[in-house]
């Protein structure tokens, strides 16, 4: 007689977010253009296992590069992340932020966003977001003052409904 086990504990369910990212970028045949960050469903800053974007949209005027799906992440973390260039393994290159920052945001509530960017700009732009409530999205950009202080500016953004 086989026995059946009930009451198992269930996995709660995750809040998350699904984010696509685009970014312009200027390259070669050959080159591909990925994208790392601290979490690890943007692999944990390791450029061997990185999240590669495709140019299927790519042309001379408009050099776009994008994930091929969205990425899943998590709500209520602190998000970094940073593109790079494969120009021939191993070379890589980074893009170049101010005080070598990534781009940095933290997400509250569900739903999916489409980030743009343009390689090597601090500058994010929301193209298309479908929240259940609101998105709050704080960019940081790390720096530091003349006296050699750091010091973090904060871009906060509450994004509704459909952009």
Request: proline residues 5%; charged residues 20%.
């Amino acid at each position: 007689m086989q026995k059946t086990i009930t009451n198992l504990p269930t996995e709660p369910k995750r809040k998350c977010v699904a984010v696509k990212f685009f970014v312009e970028c200027v390259t070669t045949p050959g080159q591909t253009v990925c994208l790392t960050g601290n979490l690890k469903e943007l692999k944990r800053w390791d450029t061997n296992s990185a999240i590669r974007l495709v140019a299927t949209n790519y042309t001379a005027a408009h050099p776009l590069w994008e994930t091929e799906f969205f990425v899943t992440l998590p709500l209520n973390t602190q998000l970094e992340y940073k593109f790079f260039v494969i120009r021939q393994k191993p070379e890589i290159c980074w893009e170049k932020l101010p005080n070598n920052a990534g781009h940095s945001l933290y997400l509250q509530e569900g739903g999916s966003l489409e980030l743009h960017h343009k390689f090597g700009s601090p500058k994010v732009v929301i193209k298309k977001c479908v929240a259940k409530k609101s998105v709050q999205i704080a960019f940081h950009v790390l720096g530091r003052t003349r006296q050699g202080q750091l010091r973090r500016s904060c871009c906060t953004r509450h994004v509704s409904a459909t952009i």
